[in-house]
């Protein structure tokens, strides 16, 4: 079970820092990644980290912006975002890849996800 939080209202430039909390089971070694959904849009991938050295992955539309990181002794998974933007606005989801057919940004890779956590961003 995964359950995202940090989530909330902030003004255009702003931080905020989410966070993931995994529990059930281990994911220390899952690659986790972390999406969104706008509304009427499609979910998007925004960033993933990987197990071992730790490699992570954004979205163009993030990068430089948001860090994605992961505490394995704790079971959580963070996304910092900075400069945050009014198209950041959207529903972030945090997710466990379990499949490694295809590439860590398809939806289809990931087979557990959390409840998701609200970011309003107001310009």
């Known amino acids: 079970q995964l359950q995202a939080s940090g989530g909330g209202l902030v003004q255009a430039g702003g931080s905020l820092r989410l966070s993931c909390a995994a529990s059930?089971?281990?994911?220390?070694?899952?690659?986790m990644g972390w999406f969104r959904q706008a509304p009427g849009k499609e979910r998007e991938f925004v960033a993933a980290?990987?197990?071992?050295?730790?490699?992570?992955y954004y979205a163009h539309s993030v990068q430089g912006r948001f860090t994605i990181s992961r505490d394995n002794a704790k079971n959580m998974v963070y996304l910092q975002m900075n400069s945050l933007i009014p198209e950041d606005t959207a529903v972030y989801y945090c997710?466990?890849?379990?499949?490694?057919?295809?590439?860590?940004?398809?939806?289809?890779?990931?087979?557990?996800w959390g409840q998701g956590t609200q970011v309003t961003v107001s310009s």
């Open positions: 997710a466990v890849r379990t499949h490694y057919s295809g590439s860590y940004y398809q939806i289809s890779e990931y087979l557990y």
């Open positions: 059930g089971r281990t994911f220390s070694n899952y690659n």
């Open positions: 980290r990987t197990v071992g050295a730790g490699t992570s």
